[in-house]
Nanobody, 119 residues
């Protein structure tokens, strides 16, 4: 069982920055694929960024060039550095862990952290 706890959300002005953190339990963090999703009111949950166990990354077009996902396996933590924030980035941000097993992949979710971008 994997437990995920997000932190770092808050209120920020347009153009500002935030860094989200997601701390994971367990002893196999380095083998997990990790991702950040977000969901705004009335919108579908969307993938923001992901990072594989090998370190490859992928970003939604809307955040490319502004957000950076990274991981620190020694700390069992994944980060999302968010720069040049826009009001459209306002959402609840969720951390996700993908754990590959022999015949299936298990997905674990954090409770989310609110990011509000407003003047």
């Amino acid at each position: 069982q994997v437990q995920l706890v997000e932190s770092g959300g808050g209120l920020v002005q347009p153009g500002g920055s935030l860094r989200l953190s997601c701390a994971a339990s367990g002893s196999s963090f380095s083998n997990y694929a990790m991702a950040w999703y977000r969901q705004a009111p009335g919108e579908q949950r969307e993938l923001v960024a992901r990072i594989s166990s090998g370190g490859s990354t992928d970003y939604a077009d809307s955040v490319k060039g502004r957000f950076t996902i990274s991981r620190d396996n020694a700390k069992n933590t994944v980060y999302l550095q968010m720069n040049s924030l826009e009001p459209e980035d306002t959402a609840v941000y969720y951390c996700n862990a993908g754990v590959r097993m022999v015949f299936r992949t298990l997905n674990f979710w954090g409770q989310g952290t609110q990011v509000t971008v407003s003047s």
